[in-house]
């Protein structure tokens, strides 16, 4: 522990220049003596480090010192395609451990590319969670993130639609979409997708299990989110729509804005054929009859009914209002 703690105050000091005993003693959630202990014995060791006293003061290495000794624990290697993405690193438990391959990874370069590295990081940041929506507190998402890189079985309640249900669940995967957090599992010789904020409680086995040689999980990801918007809407409206009828279409989904980007050419009325998925009849009359004259329905027959007699019955309401 204290050596990776010292390896861990010379990497921060090659990347900051100068740094406080308070400073590293929060950081490493240490004493300052002990602080004071560890920069002792990198002296001791050969390390040119050295202290001022007073404001502005701290330690910092002699001018053109760098070490490459800059190995990754496993913690570290696990965490080193997080070291972008810190707001998920920390919800899967990750955090601590990608700061510090960042760390040694900025260590390892040389001033030029350290320079642009940490020109980029500065530059972009990722936030997945939607407007006016808050992320899901999850208490048990870093310990299911370990389950996950460790092969453990789980055991779990779980809320769903159909109940509340004891299972266990092989976890594959992790996935993250919008704000919520997705658990990719095996269960009853089958893939199911399970939303981790549903979980009310789950317990860790000791029981490993053997992960899919062939399984790729992006590729997985995908083809259920095709599949879903499959079974979601069913149903295909065949349309015409204005410009202004294809601006507000695209604005109600990437479903409908795929459909838009799909329709046939501009006509000289400026008028557009596109193919909507929807969901049922009354689901696709509402949609459609929100648009008012932007568009007409060509199809199929059943919506056009559904259509018109939505329209009608608006109509009588209208007509009864004194």
């Known amino acids: 522990m204290r050596a990776s703690r010292l390896l861990s105050i010379l990497i921060l000091l090659q990347l900051r220049t100068r740094l406080t005993a308070e400073y590293l003693a929060e950081e490493f959630e240490v004493s300052v003596r002990t602080i004071y202990r560890d920069i002792d014995a990198l002296s001791a060791a050969g390390v040119p ?30 965490a080193m395609l997080m070291i972008g993405l810190p707001g998920q690193a920390a919800e899967l438990g990750l955090g601590a451990a990608a ?18 590295a940490d020109r980029i990081t500065g530059r972009f940041h990722l936030d997945p969670v939607d407007w006016y929506q808050a992320a899901e507190p999850i208490a048990c998402l870093p310990s299911l993130a370990r389950a996950v890189i460790d092969n453990h079985s789980i055991s779990m309640i779980y809320e769903s639609w159909k109940g509340v249900k004891e299972r266990t669940v092989d976890p594959i995967g992790l996935v993250q979409k919008g704000a919520n957090w997705y658990l990719v599992g095996r269960a009853q ?5 399970y939303r981790v904020g549903a979980i009310q409680r789950m317990n860790v086995l000791e029981q490993q299990f053997q992960r899919p040689a062939d399984f790729d999980l992006a590729t997985h990801w995908t083809q259920q989110l095709q599949r879903f918007e499959q079974e979601l809407r069913p149903e295909v409206a065949h349309v015409s729509a204005s410009t202004e009828g294809c601006r507000r279409l695209a604005e109600l989904g990437a479903y409908a804005a795929r459909a838009v980007a799909e329709g046939s ?15 049922n009849m009354e689901q696709g009359a509402r949609l ?11 199809g199929p027959p059943k919506l056009r009914d559904a259509v018109r007699d939505m329209a009608q019955a608006a109509l009588e309401n209208l007509e009864d209002v004194e």
């Open 189 to 193: 010789g089958g893939m199911r997708t």
């Open 99 to 116: 700061e510090r391959a960042k760390g040694k990874l900025l260590a390892a370069l040389t001033p030029e590319g350290n320079a642009v």
């Open 49 to 78: 480090v050295y202290g001022d006293r007073g404001p502005g003061g701290g330690f910092a290495l002699l001018g053109g010192y760098k070490t490459r000794l800059t190995g990754l624990n496993t913690s570290e290697a696990e």
């Open 265 to 279: 050419a501009t006509d000289a009325r400026g008028w557009r054929k596109i193919h909507l998925p929807f969901e």
């Open 288 to 298: 459609l009859l929100s648009l008012g004259p932007e568009i007409r329905v060509q």
